[in-house]
């Protein structure tokens, strides 16, 4: 660990990288001959192998969770705040995994991937992934790294989604879920605010029906519409007023169309930055796993009888200001667990930052998941 | 009146014009010299000329607030069941005025007008139009018609703030301002939304910097998306969930990226149908009036100030489920009122409907607002 790096960072890491050549039928029905699952760990994995946990990512994450990349050394995991020798995810004890999910655009076998078929990346034609999907590949690395069985998995938003898909897919091979600022599905209105972020994306004069790798461009204006109402979605009103308010960017109002309030100043930013960093095909497939996303789908409806089968205890967090996935939303999910008689433990937190709360470093969340991991090393017999 | 139209109906109308020479300095310090407003008329002005009513439009109306075209005999005004004789704008006591506003795209003078400098039509030149300048615009069309002081001006959303500012701006000309389901200014989430609906307009590859008309396209994706996206927030979550709820559209899922629910298919409909009616540029102008709004900025940022010099009688109404303009804003300005020593009927009412209950015949709503014109027509002695 470089001594450049915060004490209780997990320093300087490397993604790893697993190819896999079972073939892998998805819900869609397509099938995957290959795959490369590209990841990393923190911590060290005990001889008991039972100190395992799998941290699931969002709609734009992707295994760099924690620490540094050589090339990056300013700029943490997007989990860093949490995952670290002596942080609520503490690596002294837990061995922590956290890949790149499929169909991502960071390693893993996606979108920009070549396609065996045609030797040329995959686009559109890369297959629908679900969640369900994802446990499936998340289960074959947890075998290639020799893991039974997680101490925990655990996420935010879409990665809670995952966590909550262990617990129906393989009751029996985790002892833990978090399940932090999601919802058992996504609400009409959810769903709503996705297509206008994909129909944003499809329409792009760029995006030349997912081939635009084929013309040398890339759907810019498409994507960054897509961010900047996301970004809306991450946030809470009351946050955007404390941090932007009316604020002007020249001081005064010019009326013209060019940017007057700061708020457009940094809903630009937002939406420029984000098309250097992320694939199209990838955020069109992944707002698509958060609408089919339903694990109750197949059991009546009912998610009761969906997770009946796991003894996992469940922790799980909301905050009082996420409208894209609400405390409501959480609440029914702790009521389906109750149903099925589980160990629940939720907590309703008092945040203005919205959904985005679930990244940030707010003292009693990060309390109450320390508490909890606590308790998961005691159950586990973890020192 | 025509037989085939209802009983309470102001059956068939027909738009009439004005046409103003007297130049119209902006609060952008642009100078429109000329301008046309166009606009309808319901009823009959008394002869003590107290009986008169002015209606404002919102975002996307226009002036055919009643009634019916005769070349539209199917489709009454947008606030057709507000207005009519025994409604709660009771045609056969009021004298209703609705003009399209300046900017607006049916027929007033806007973007799509010609320019007399160039003989082509002003598009992005013409001036950013504030609520104050259509304050100004519409005192001019009551000189016109002979009416000094309104009995009420009224409106809903960005018509509220207009009936608001009228207070403002002409404090002796109204006795009653009706201001429904709006806010006293924009929050920083509604900025940003319009923001990114002004960007899908503005990226638009057929948007040419606004000169769309002479290449002869228009920029349909944009304002396709600016209209998707501005219904989901016309709508409440519970509206919409109950309205379309996870329901697909071909009843199983395709796993493609075309449409999977219902809701996708409601939304690309609504944008579809918009694009063949509304006029980009006047969609931009429009969103920027809202921006700008912001009546107690020139009185210490204070409302209570800014109204303080009208004796008009206040009705505020807002929605419980209205997210756009929640009935928090209303009660800012219910608060800022009282704070001037106003007399305020302020009604929350109960809506799963969202923003777009202002439009809608609920029943309680036009209880209200009827037992109100019945106070206005009390107050000013109309029989």
């Known amino acids: ?20 050549d079972t073939p892998l039928t998805l819900d869609s029905g397509a099938v995957l001959e290959r795959y490369t699952l590209v990841f990393e760990t923190y911590g060290e994995l005990n001889a008991a192998r039972d100190n395992a946990v799998l941290i699931c ?40 995994v956290c890949p790149n999910n499929l169909g991502g655009c960071a390693g893993s076998t996606g979108p920009l991937s070549l396609n065996p078929a045609t030797g040329e990346p995959f686009g ?21 790294l020799g893991i039974e069985t997680w101490a925990a998995v655990m996420g935010g938003s879409l990665g809670g989604m995952q966590a909550l898909q262990w617990a129906v897919d393989y009751p029996d091979r985790l002892r833990h879920a978090v399940v932090i600022a999601a919802a058992p599905r996504l609400s009409t209105q959810n769903i709503a605010f996705n297509e206008v972020a994909r129909h944003a994306i499809r329409s792009d004069g760029d995006f030349h029906a997912g081939r635009y790798y084929e013309h040398g461009v890339v759907p810019a204006r498409g994507l960054m519409l897509a961010r900047m109402l996301g970004h809306i979605t991450y946030l809470s009103d009351d ?11 020249d ?11 700061q708020i457009e100043s940094y809903l630009r930013y937002q939406g420029e930055s ?6 199209a095909n990838t955020y069109l497939l992944m707002t698509k796993s958060l609408d089919y996303f339903d694990p109750a ?10 997770v009946a089968r796991t003894q996992a205890k469940f922790f799980v967090a909301s905050f009082s200001s996420d409208w894209r996935f609400s405390p409501a939303r959480s609440r ?16 309703e937190l008092e945040s203005e930052l919205g959904h985005d709360s679930f990244l940030l470093e707010i003292p009693l969340y990060h309390a109450a998941l320390a508490a909890w991991f606590q308790r998961i090393a005691s159950d586990g017999g973890v020192p």
Chains 1, 2 share one sequence.
């Open 332 to 347: 029914e999910i702790v009521r389906a667990l109750l149903e099925a008689d589980l160990d629940v433990s939720y907590v």
């Open 1 to 20: 660990m470089s001594e450049h790096f915060p004490a209780d960072s997990v320093g300087l890491v490397s993604p790893q990288s697993l190819d896999f």
């Open 274 to 279: 984000f098309v250097k960093r992320f694939d």
């Open 239 to 249: 946050v955007l007023m404390a941090k932007f308010g009316r604020e002007l960017r």
């Open 251 to 261: 001081g005064k109002l010019n009326y013209g169309y060019d940017i007057e309030f």
């Open 57 to 96: 990512h969002a709609l734009s994450g992707d295994h760099h969770a924690a620490g540094y990349h050589a090339d990056t050394p300013h700029k943490p995991g997007w989990w860093d705040n949490c995952i670290g020798p002596g942080k609520p995810v503490d690596t002294n004890r837990f061995f922590v």
């Open 297 to 306: 789908a197949k059991f009546d409806d009912s998610l009761a009888k969906a």
């Open 124 to 144: 559109p034609d890369f297959p629908l992934i679900t969640v369900r999907d994802w446990v499936e590949s998340q289960a074959r690395l947890a075998d290639a």
